[in-house]
């Protein structure tokens, strides 16, 4: 096993745990020999551990810890320990998922010790550079060897970008694939009974640094979340990024407001299974909303998942629109314009890319490095 090629996943975040746990399956469903990096940027057992279990991750061959700081502090650390790791385990392919700072750091690391990478959700773009995900969006994506888009659009950006075609793989989104695998066990009862939820309610989660960081913001985005609060119960699984700022901005527990710690995977997916309405500004909860068929309000001026606009039941909002917003989604319930999921939105993304991996690792393909290791 030791001369077979090794594929490297570096993760850091909680949104990365759910996308890798599809990949990782496909490829042990066919013998690849791999490993997982764990940075370290996501650390509280709810932002990271849980998600292992949940998802029946294996457990990572190393643990950065690189922890929190400013984008410099973290993106140095995260480059000086990834450059370590990768030059101690030589693998043939490093595997990084979305686009948190622990994506653009390994990406760096592996273009300049000419290492092959693979970027899972590639081409996303919202198309606004005030967003970090979107920096580290662009330059994942140049710098990638093999690129996996969830959705058509990606593959416009992507060639607008001067990508070449045969490096792009249309396979789906495997963060879908963790929804459909979980679905079996989404059971809205239990998590409902023990925050005493009885009845409609809306779940919310805010974390985005445009509205949370600025006080101004901050204030504008709780007095929106209150106006929802007036109308149906809101039980807010709170990022710990918000947590300060929002709470001094007015966001606390009080009569329709319920404020909790993040929820682990299951627990939260069956709360919003159940939801009559989400209000948020993740990524992944606007695809998640997709597949659930629950209304979702996405509290951001520009989204890189317009798919879920047009194809699911998410609607962006100012959190000046919010409470009408939120008003017309518990009339309505949720409209999805297409009636359909985003093409390959089945389940089967993870197999799909842990293919082409390997067809890839079995090619002709390898850095001059890798086929050292290769053989
Ligand atoms: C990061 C990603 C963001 C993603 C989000 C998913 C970047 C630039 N941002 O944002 O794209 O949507 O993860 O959740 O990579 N903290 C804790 N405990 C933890 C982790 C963080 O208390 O386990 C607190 C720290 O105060 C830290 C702050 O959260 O300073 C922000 O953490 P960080 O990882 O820098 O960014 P996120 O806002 O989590
Ligand atoms: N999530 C979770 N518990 C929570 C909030 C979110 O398990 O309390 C999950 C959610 O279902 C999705 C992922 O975390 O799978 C999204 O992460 P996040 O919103 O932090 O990041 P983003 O997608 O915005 O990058």
């Excluded at 392919?93 to 750091?105: E, Q």
């Excluded at 989204?303 to 939120?326: D, K, M, Q």
Aim: charged share 20%; aromatic share 4%; net charge negative.
């Amino acid at each position: 096993m030791r001369d077979h090629p090794l594929v490297l996943h570096v993760l850091g975040a909680r949104p990365n745990f759910v996308k890798a746990a599809p990949v990782v399956k496909g490829l042990a469903a066919l013998g690849v020999r791999q490993g997982i990096i764990h940075t370290g940027q996501h650390y509280d057992a709810l932002m990271s551990d849980v998600f292992f279990a949940d998802l029946g991750l294996p457990e990572p061959i190393a643990n950065l810890g690189v922890g929190s700081g400013t984008h410099a502090r973290q993106t140095a650390a995260l480059l000086t320990g990834l450059e370590d790791l990768v030059l101690e385990h030589r693998p043939a392919l490093v595997v990084v998922y979305g686009d948190v700072n622990s994506t653009l750091a390994a990406i760096l690391v592996c273009a300049k010790l000419g290492v092959p990478t693979a970027h899972v959700e590639a081409g996303l773009r919202s198309f606004d550079r005030g967003m970090p995900e979107e920096v580290n969006r662009i330059v994942t994506d140049a710098l990638s060897d093999l690129l996996f888009a969830t959705s058509p659009d990606a593959l416009s950006h992507l060639a607008n970008e001067g990508v070449a075609p045969a490096k792009v793989h249309l396979v789906g989104n495997p963060m879908i694939d963790s929804l459909f695998a979980a679905l079996p066990s989404l059971d809205p009862a239990p998590v409902q009974e023990r925050l005493g939820i009885t009845g409609r309610y809306a779940v919310a989660t805010l974390h985005r640094p445009a509205n949370v960081d600025d006080p101004q913001a901050a204030r504008e985005l709780v007095d929106a979340v209150l106006g929802v609060a007036e109308q149906v119960p809101v039980i807010v699984p709170l990022h710990p990024r918000g947590r300060q700022r929002l709470a001094e901005a007015g966001l606390v527990d009080r009569d329709g407001l319920r404020i909790v710690d993040p929820l682990g995977y299951v627990d939260f997916l069956s709360l919003v299974r159940g939801a009559a309405l989400v209000v948020t500004d993740s990524g992944g909860v606007q695809e998640e909303t997709t597949m659930l068929g629950v209304p979702c309000l996405t509290v951001r001026p520009n989204t890189e998942r317009p798919i879920t606009v047009t194809h699911g039941t998410n609607r962006l909002v100012t959190p000046a629109a919010l409470p009408a917003a939120a008003s017309k989604a518990l009339a309505d319930g949720a409209a999805t314009p297409s009636g359909e999921l985003p093409p390959l939105w089945d389940g089967a993304a993870g197999p799909r890319i842990a293919r082409v991996i390997d067809a890839w690792l079995r090619g002709d393909n390898l850095s001059p490095a890798a086929k050292g290791q290769a053989r």
